[in-house]
C-alpha cells in the first residue's frame, strides 16, 4: 500500500517537473520567436526610407510592433500548447470512452457539434466586439490628448463645457462598447460549460438505464462520467483558441507586409535599390573601404555636384531639373518661399530622400553607389523640425557624434557654437537635464539650436541647415551664424532661410520657387539682376534703414 | 512613465476602497443583486454533484428508474440556474463597475480642465493621459476579475466544505489534507510572480517608450547614420523585457504544475482511501463521484488566487494615482474669497461685478496696479509692474528674451495669479469677475497656434453655433486666411490632423488669427510669432494683424517694426520691471533701452557687415 502511494506520489511529482520544463519550454519559444521578430522588424524599419514614414504613421507602426507581434506569439506559445493539449485530451479521452462504452459515447458526444459551431458564431461576435472597444480606446485616448495638449486654448476660449462634453460622449461609447464585450465574453463560457454540462446529463439519463439493465457497471458509469468531465476544460478552451489563432494570423499578414516592405534606399548591391543606373565601377577602392572603417572618410573631397535632379511625388513634380555645383569649402544658400522643394532638396543630399542615380555627386561619386554609412559620415544635418530624444541635452547633443563616448568638452563647445549656453546654464541639471516627454520641455528655437549642436558634434565635412534656426529671433540668430562662422570654415554647407542677413555672405544663392532655381549668383549679382531675391532683400533692408535712421536722429538729439 | 507609475499598492486599502465605494453607491442596487446572485450560483454548482451521488446512490446503484428523471430535471434546473446566475452576476458588477469608471473618468476629466495652468506647466502630458486612461482602466479590472469574484471564490469554497463536511466529515477531513498545502505553495509564488509582472511592466514600458521615440526620430538616426548604435540599445531594451518574461514563465509554469500535481495527488488519494472504504461498504460509489467534483472545483480559484491578488495590487495603486490627482487643489481662476477650494468650469462668481461703482466710471479700461509674479517661489519674473491702457489705445510690449513680456500677458486672463497687487478690468478686479467673463473679453494670440484635430472651420469657429458660415468666411477673408481655406479642396471642411500638422506655422497663424476675430473680444493681446516664415506668407500675417487690432484695445509683444510704429504707446521691460514707456520716438530720442534692442532686433544680424555698428549694438 504505501508503495503505491509513494509510486502516486512519484508519478504526480515527474509529472510536475516535465509539465514546468514544457510550459517554460513553448512559453519561452513563443517569447523567443516574439524577440526574434521585433528585433528584425526594427532593424528593417532603421531602413526604410522617408517615403515609406509618411505613409505609415506612428500610431500604426507601434500596433504592429506591440499587439500584432504579441498575437503572433500567443499563436506560438500558449496557443501551440493548448491546441496540442487540447487534441491530446480529445483523443484519448474519447478513446477511453469508447472502450468503456462504444454506445454512451455517441449519445455524450450529441451536444458537441452544436458547441464547436456556436463556438465559431461567439469567438466572430467577441473578436469584432474587441475591435471596436480597441478603436474607441484609441479615439478617447487622442480625445484626451488633444485636450491636454491644447488646454491654453481651451482655457483662453473657456471651452471647458464643450470639451467635456465630447469626452463624456466618447466615455459614454467606451462604456456601451466595453459591455458589449463583456456581454459577447460573458456568455461564452456559461454557454459552453452548459453544452457540456448537457453532456453529463445525457450520460446519466441513458447510463442510468444501462446500468439497471445490466450493460453498464456502476463503476463503469463512474468513471465515464469522470472522463467526460477532463473533457470540459478543453472544450472551453477551444472557443479561446479559434479566436487566438485568428488574432495570430492577422498579425503575422500585418508583421510580414512591414517586414517584406523593400527599402527604396540602400547600399548599392543590396536588394532593393533600383538596379538601373548603378555604375558599380564609381565607387573606387577609398570609398569601398569606408563601408566598415569610419576613418577612410576623409578620402571623399565635400564637393557637391547635383545635376539636373528631378524627383515626382505622387505626380507632383517637387524638384524640376535643379543643377548646382559647390566647391569643397564654399557654401551654399537657398531661399524660396513654402513649398518651393528647398527641404526635398537637401534632404536629397544625404539621400534621405529618393534620388535618381547619376544626379547627385559628391566629392565625384554618385550618391546612389557610395554606402550610406560613408555618405551619411559627410554629412551633418540640423533640420527645421527638431527632434528631441527624452535624454539629457548632452546626450542629445552627442547623438550626431561618430563615437558614443564624446566627451563633455566637444558637447560644451558645439552647445556654445550653437548659442545654447546661457539657456543650459539655467536648467536645472545643466547639460544632464533630460529633456522631452519624461523631462522639461525646450522652446522651439532652444530645440532648433540642440539639433544644430547635434549637427556639428558630428564634426561633418558638409554642414546643412535647414531653415534650423527660424524659430530663433534675429538676434540671436546673428550671434549664432557670427559664431558658425569659423566653423564653417574649411567645410562645405548648405544654408536655408528667410533671412536675407543670414544667407548673403554665401559664396552662391539658389532661390527656389516651385521645384526650379528661379535666380542663382552671389548677393551682389542677384541684387543687381532685381528679381525675387532683391525685392525680399529691399524689404527686409527698409526695417533696417529706418531704424538706423531712427538711430542716428535719437543719436544727434542726444548730443545736441 | 514616472518611477512612481510601477509602484504596486496594497491589495486592500480601506481608505481607497472607500474612496472607490462613493462612486459604486449611485449603482448600489445593482451591485446588491450581483452580491446576492453569488450564493445563487455557488448553491446551484454545489447541488449538481450531489445530484449526481443521489442519482447514483439511489437509483441507478438500486436498479430504481423511478424518480431517475426528476433528478436529472433538477440537475438540469440546476447547470441553467449556476450559469444564469454567474451570467448575471459577472454582467451586473462589470456594469457597476464601467458605470462607476465613467464617473470616475469624467470628474477627473472634469477636475483636470478645471486646474490652472502652472499645474500644466510642471505635469507631462503623458502623465495626466495615463491617469485619465489606463489607471482608470486598471481599477475597472478590479470589478472585472477582482473584488467580486474574490468573493465569489470565498463564497464557492466555503459551499464546498460546507457540502462535503455535509455528506461525509470523515472523507471531507481527509480530502482537505491537501489545503493547507496549497495555500502554502499560492503564498510563496504569490510574491514570485508578483515581482516577475512588475518588472515585465516597467521593461515593457521602457521598450514602447524607445519605440515610439526611434520610429518618430528615425530620420534623425538615419541622417547621422546611427542605426547601429540604436540597433544595439535596442536589442539591449528588448533582451530585458524578454529576460523578465522568462523569469514569469519560470514561476507561473511552476506554480501552475505544482498545483495540478498536488490536485493530482490529493485525487488519487482520495481514490484509493474511498476505494477501500467502498469495499469495506462504508461508503457508497456517489458519494466518492461527488467528492472527486467537489475536490476539482476546490483546486480552480486556489490557483487562480495569486492573479488576483496581482490585479488587486495594480487596481489599487491605480485608484492612488488617481486620488492623488483628483486631490490636487491647484484650481484654475478660483473666487477671490474661497481661493483654495476647485471651482466647477463656468461658476458664475461675485455679486460685485453687478454693482457698479460711480468711482469706477473714468477708470482706465485695463490697468495692472504694482502686480509682481513668478514661477517658483522667491524668483519673480515680474516686479510691481503699473500700467494703465485706455480704451482704443495699442501698446507694444518690448524687452529682451526673459525681460517678463509673455508673462505679463499671460496675467491678463488670469492663467496666473499675481502674487501681489492687482489687474482691473474697467475698475473691476478680474478675481471678481467670472473667468470664462473674462476671457470671453480678453483673448490672448500665442505664438504657438494650437489645431485641434477636426476641420478648418471648427478650429475657427471653436463650435461656436452661433456663426453663420459667411461670418466665418468674412472673419477669414479680413484677416487673409482665406487663402489658406482657398488652397484646401475641401474648404472649411478640410481636415486638420492632429495637433494640425496638415498646415505651415504662417497658415497656423492666420487661423488663429480668424479665430480670435470670431470672438470679437473688447481686448486684443497678440504674441507676435519671432519664426520666421517666406515673404508671401509674412506679408499675409502683417496685414492679419494690423486688420486683427483695428479699432481695438489692444497689447502685443511686437516683433514687426510695423506693428510697433502702429503702436500708441511702447513698454520696454527690463528683468521684470517697467525700464520705459512711451512713444515710438520718445524712446529712441532717449536711447535707452529700447533704442538698443530696436536697433538689435529689427536689423537682425546686419550690423556685422552694415557699415560702422550703432551705438549700444555691441552690448547685446
Avoid at chain 2, 472634469?110 to 506647466?121: C, G, K, P, T, Y
Wanted: aromatic share 6%; with cysteine.
Amino acid at each position: 500500500m504505501a508503495r503505491t502511494a509513494l509510486f502516486i506520489v512519484g508519478c504526480a511529482l515527474v509529472q510536475a517537473l516535465i509539465r514546468t520544463w514544457s510550459r517554460v519550454l513553448i512559453f519561452n519559444a513563443g517569447r523567443n520567436i516574439e524577440y526574434r521578430l521585433r528585433h528584425d522588424l526594427f532593424s528593417h524599419l532603421t531602413r526604410l526610407d522617408a517615403g515609406f514614414y509618411r505613409r505609415h504613421p506612428t500610431g500604426d507602426l507601434m500596433s504592429r510592433l506591440t499587439n500584432d507581434l504579441s498575437a503572433v506569439r500567443m499563436l506560438f506559445g500558449p496557443g501551440l500548447l493548448n491546441i496540442v493539449n487540447t487534441f491530446l485530451v480529445y483523443a484519448s479521452t474519447v478513446w477511453l470512452l469508447l472502450h468503456l462504452s462504444p454506445h454512451l459515447t455517441l449519445f455524450a458526444l450529441i451536444p458537441y457539434p452544436v458547441l464547436i459551431l456556436s463556438g465559431r458564431i461567439f469567438t466572430r461576435a467577441m473578436y469584432r466586439a474587441s475591435r471596436d472597444l480597441q478603436d474607441q480606446i484609441g479615439q478617447m485616448s487622442t480625445a484626451v490628448q488633444e485636450d491636454l495638449a491644447g488646454i491654453a486654448v481651451i482655457k483662453q476660449y473657456a471651452l471647458e463645457p464643450q470639451r467635456h462634453a465630447a469626452f463624456a460622449e466618447q466615455s459614454q461609447r467606451y462604456l456601451q462598447r466595453s459591455l458589449k464585450l463583456v456581454r459577447a465574453r460573458g456568455s461564452l463560457t456559461p454557454l459552453f460549460a452548459l453544452i457540456g454540462g448537457v453532456g453529463t446529463l445525457i450520460v446519466l439519463w441513458i447510463g442510468g438505464r444501462e446500468v439497471i439493465q445490466g450493460r453498464l457497471s456502476v463503476g463503469g458509469l463512474v468513471a465515464f462520467n469522470a472522463y467526460l468531465v477532463y473533457l470540459s476544460w478543453p472544450t472551453v478552451a477551444l472557443g479561446w483558441i479559434l479566436s487566438m489563432w485568428q488574432r495570430g494570423v492577422a498579425g503575422w499578414v500585418r508583421v510580414r507586409e512591414l517586414l517584406e516592405t523593400v527599402p527604396e534606399i540602400g547600399d548599392a548591391g543590396v536588394a532593393g535599390v533600383r538596379a538601373s543606373g548603378i555604375a558599380h565601377g564609381e565607387v573606387d577602392a577609398d570609398a569601398n573601404a569606408d563601408a566598415d572603417g569610419k576613418t577612410g572618410r576623409t578620402a571623399i573631397e565635400p564637393s557637391i555636384d547635383v545635376r539636373g535632379l528631378s524627383i515626382v511625388r505622387d505626380g507632383r513634380a517637387i524638384l524640376d531639373q535643379v543643377s548646382f555645383s559647390l566647391a569643397a569649402g564654399d557654401t551654399l544658400a537657398i531661399v524660396g518661399r513654402t513649398g518651393s522643394g528647398k527641404t526635398t532638396l537637401v534632404d536629397s543630399i544625404p539621400r534621405l530622400t529618393e534620388v535618381p542615380a547619376r544626379t547627385i555627386f559628391v566629392g565625384g561619386h554618385d550618391v546612389t553607389t557610395l554606402p550610406l554609412r560613408t555618405l551619411r559620415g559627410l554629412v551633418g544635418y540640423a533640420p527645421q523640425e527638431a527632434f528631441l530624444f527624452s535624454a539629457t541635452i548632452a546626450e542629445n547633443i552627442a547623438f550626431g557624434a561618430a563615437r558614443p563616448d564624446l566627451d563633455r568638452a566637444t558637447i560644451e563647445r558645439a552647445a556654445q557654437a550653437a548659442g545654447l549656453g546661457r539657456d543650459i546654464a539655467a536648467f536645472p541639471d545643466g547639460y544632464d537635464t533630460v529633456v522631452g516627454e519624461r523631462g522639461i520641455t525646450l522652446s522651439g528655437g532652444q530645440r532648433q539650436r540642440v539639433a544644430l549642436a547635434r549637427a556639428l558634434c558630428a564634426d561633418p565635412h558638409i554642414l546643412i541647415l535647414d531653415d534650423s534656426l527660424s524659430s530663433v529671433d534675429a538676434e540671436t540668430e546673428g550671434d549664432i551664424l557670427a559664431r558658425l562662422r569659423p566653423i564653417l570654415a574649411g567645410r562645405t554647407s548648405i544654408l536655408v532661410s528667410h533671412r536675407v542677413a543670414a544667407v548673403k555672405d554665401a559664396s552662391q544663392i539658389l532661390v527656389m520657387d516651385a521645384g526650379r532655381v528661379a535666380e542663382r549668383g552671389t548677393h551682389g549679382q542677384l541684387l543687381a539682376a532685381g528679381g525675387v531675391y532683391a525685392a525680399l532683400y529691399h524689404e527686409q533692408l527698409a526695417a533696417e534703414k529706418a531704424a538706423r535712421a531712427a538711430a542716428e536722429v535719437a543719436a544727434t538729439e542726444t548730443a545736441a | 512613465m514616472s518611477g512612481g507609475d510601477d509602484v504596486l499598492g496594497k491589495a486592500l486599502d480601506r481608505t481607497l476602497l472607500r474612496r472607490i465605494f462613493v462612486y459604486v453607491w449611485p449603482y448600489k442596487l445593482w451591485l446588491a443583486l450581483a452580491v446576492v446572485l453569488l450564493p445563487i450560483a455557488s448553491v446551484f454548482e454545489i447541488a449538481q454533484p450531489y445530484l449526481l451521488k443521489r442519482a447514483i446512490d439511489d437509483h441507478i446503484a438500486r436498479g430504481r428508474l423511478a424518480g431517475l428523471d426528476r433528478l436529472g430535471l433538477l440537475y438540469l434546473l440546476a447547470l441553467v440556474g449556476q450559469y444564469g446566475a454567474s451570467f448575471g452576476q459577472a454582467y451586473l458588477t462589470q456594469l457597476v463597475g464601467q458605470r462607476a469608471m465613467n464617473d470616475l473618468r469624467l470628474r477627473l476629466h472634469r477636475h483636470v480642465l478645471a486646474l490652472a495652468s502652472s499645474f500644466f506647466d510642471r505635469t507631462p502630458i503623458g502623465r495626466l493621459m495615463t491617469r485619465i486612461t489606463s489607471d482608470v482602466e486598471a481599477l475597472n479590472e478590479m470589478f472585472a476579475s477582482g473584488l467580486v469574484s474574490l468573493l465569489g471564490d470565498v463564497i464557492r469554497l466555503g459551499a464546498i466544505l460546507v457540502a462535503i463536511f455535509g455528506i461525509d466529515w470523515k472523507l471531507a477531513l481527509f480530502s482537505m489534507g491537501s489545503a493547507p498545502v496549497l495555500f502554502a505553495i499560492a503564498a510563496i509564488f504569490r510574491r514570485l510572480v508578483r515581482d516577475a509582472f512588475r518588472e515585465i511592466r516597467t521593461k515593457m514600458a521602457r521598450l514602447n517608450a524607445f519605440l515610439q521615440e526611434h520610429i518618430s526620430g528615425m530620420k534623425v538616426v538615419q541622417a547621422f547614420a546611427q542605426e547601429e548604435r540604436v540597433e544595439a540599445q535596442f536589442d539591449q531594451i528588448n533582451r530585458d523585457y524578454r529576460r523578465a518574461n522568462a523569469r514569469a514563465i519560470g514561476a507561473d509554469s511552476a506554480l501552475y504544475s505544482i498545483i495540478e500535481a498536488v490536485a493530482s495527488i490529493a485525487i488519487a488519494g482520495l481514490l484509493w482511501h474511498g476505494g477501500a472504504r467502498i469495499a469495506g461498504g462504508t461508503l457508497t460509489f456517489g458519494v466518492l463521484v461527488a467528492f472527486i467534483e467537489y475536490l476539482t472545483k476546490f483546486f480552480g480559484p486556489i490557483r487562480d488566487l495569486s492573479a488576483k491578488y496581482t490585479i488587486m495590487q495594480q487596481a489599487m495603486a491605480a485608484a492612488e494615482r488617481v486620488f492623488g490627482l483628483l486631490d490636487t487643489a491647484e484650481p484654475d481662476a478660483p473666487p477671490r474669497a474661497a481661493a483654495p477650494t476647485p471651482v466647477g468650469v463656468g461658476v458664475a462668481v461675485g455679486g460685485s461685478v453687478d454693482v457698479a461703482d460711480p468711482s469706477t466710471a473714468r477708470a482706465p479700461l485695463l490697468a495692472l496696479d504694482r502686480v509682481s509674479f513668478g514661477y517658483r517661489p522667491g524668483r519673480p519674473v515680474l516686479e510691481e509692474v503699473s500700467l494703465p491702457i485706455h480704451t482704443g489705445e495699442t501698446i507694444a510690449v518690448v524687452g529682451a528674451t526673459g525681460s517678463g513680456k509673455s508673462t505679463l500677458i499671460k496675467l491678463l486672463p488670469r492663467l496666473y495669479e499675481p502674487w501681489s497687487g492687482a489687474i482691473r478690468l474697467a475698475g473691476i478686479d478680474v478675481r471678481d469677475l467670472d473667468p470664462s467673463a473674462l476671457r470671453r473679453r480678453i483673448v490672448v494670440v500665442s505664438q504657438d497656434v494650437f489645431l485641434f484635430a477636426g476641420t478648418l472651420g471648427d478650429n475657427i469657429t471653436l463650435g461656436d453655433p452661433r456663426l453663420s458660415r459667411e461670418e466665418i468666411l468674412a472673419a477669414a477673408r479680413r484677416v487673409g486666411a482665406d487663402r489658406v481655406i482657398a488652397r484646401r479642396p475641401e474648404g472649411l471642411d478640410a481636415p486638420v490632423v492632429e495637433r494640425g500638422a496638415n498646415f505651415s506655422a504662417g497658415e497656423r497663424q492666420l487661423i488663429a488669427f480668424a479665430r480670435a476675430l470670431c470672438r470679437d473680444p473688447e481686448i486684443l493681446i497678440l504674441d507676435e510669432a519671432t519664426a520666421s516664415v517666406d515673404p508671401e506668407t509674412e506679408r499675409l500675417i502683417e496685414r492679419g494683424t494690423e486688420e486683427l487690432m483695428r479699432g481695438r484695445t489692444s497689447i502685443v509683444i511686437a516683433h514687426r517694426l510695423s506693428t510697433i510704429r502702429r503702436a500708441t504707446r511702447i513698454l520696454a521691460l527690463h528683468r521684470g520691471r517697467v525700464a520705459e514707456e512711451g512713444s515710438h520716438e520718445e524712446l529712441l530720442a532717449r536711447d535707452g533701452i529700447y533704442a538698443r534692442l530696436y536697433r538689435l532686433q529689427m536689423m537682425g544680424g546686419a550690423e556685422t557687415t552694415a557699415g560702422p555698428a550703432p551705438p549700444g549694438a555691441a552690448a547685446g
